[in-house]
């Protein structure tokens, strides 16, 4: 049935040509005229040219036996039977011709649907089966990502000002991830990559950070009244683990199986560590607005781990620090904790 369909789009395709006066040609629904196989091209507009030159030469004989019959003088019944039955044996001629042909029809599917694969005519076997195993090769890709989290302190002590005033806070962070699978059927792989992360601790109760004369840290009571006060902190991070995607495994012919690693859901764990690029502690109220890129005693490093539950580009996570977020005895043992999600491009 699906050759007959592909069969009526070629005499369709010749139809329209043929009453336009021009030369019949082969357009598949593509977006780019490579999409079509040249040898494939070459084949299918040699068979319309030939359907066009068999259907010109048996319209000419029709139209003359038309000619003739009309010339008869016939009643109007007999004339229209009469018209139909040449119209019918005429059409049934004009089938055998075609079929005559030999047109195989097999062939030029085969070689399209191979082109479309590979993007090139191929014409063996052992060639089919090393463009396959290239372009089925285990997943290298390089992806970008975007992630917004909701960032908590944890204290196993007794909870300090920041733990008491702290608002809502949160963690922005965009990059690149690295996937490095094993082989092209294993579900395991390595992630890594680089990402640019800016967390934002934020003040409630009128609370602003401050130094003392020695420059320690602490909360300060403002006695007016505050639009906004944040510490907002800024690291290069990079992350190493590995993934176990659940997707089952494809078929690309000739035995030739592969997962594909960047579908489907998948399961990875990884370590992360990171250095501190700047810190700003924003406030502003009454009519003042300050920026303040000074020592606020944030460490200067973090390191920690992460869980990642994801199905193809969208992920969740959750990811702990392991290191204070503040060094020394500033706001002693406070540990960033957050919930996030991502999505990849």
Partial sequence: MIKKFILIGFVCLFSATAYAQKKPTFNLPSKEESDVSPMVKEKVEEYATEINTIIQE????????????????????????????????????????????????????????????LNTDVTSKEELRAKLLKKFRPTRSLDGYFSYGVMTLTNNLSDNDLDKHMGYSNNLEFGFKFNYQFSRTSPWGLISGVGFSWRTLRLDDNMIFAKDANSNVHLQKYQGSIDKSKLRTGYIMIPLGLQYNFSKLKSAGMDIQYRDYNKGFKVGANVYGGIKMSSNNIFKGDGFDSRDRANYQVNPFVYGGQVTLSYNDFSIFVKKDFSNFFKDDTFKNDKALIFGVALWW
């Fill in 58 to 117: 048996e319209k000419k004989l029709m139209e003359a036996e038309l000619l003739d019959l009309q010339s008869k003088g016939l009643e109007k019944n007999e004339f229209n039977k009469q018209k139909a039955d040449i119209a019918d044996r005429f059409s049934e001629k004009i089938d055998q011709r075609i079929r005559d042909l030999g047109f195989d029809l097999d062939m030029v599917i085969q070689k399209q649907v191979r082109y479309s694969l």
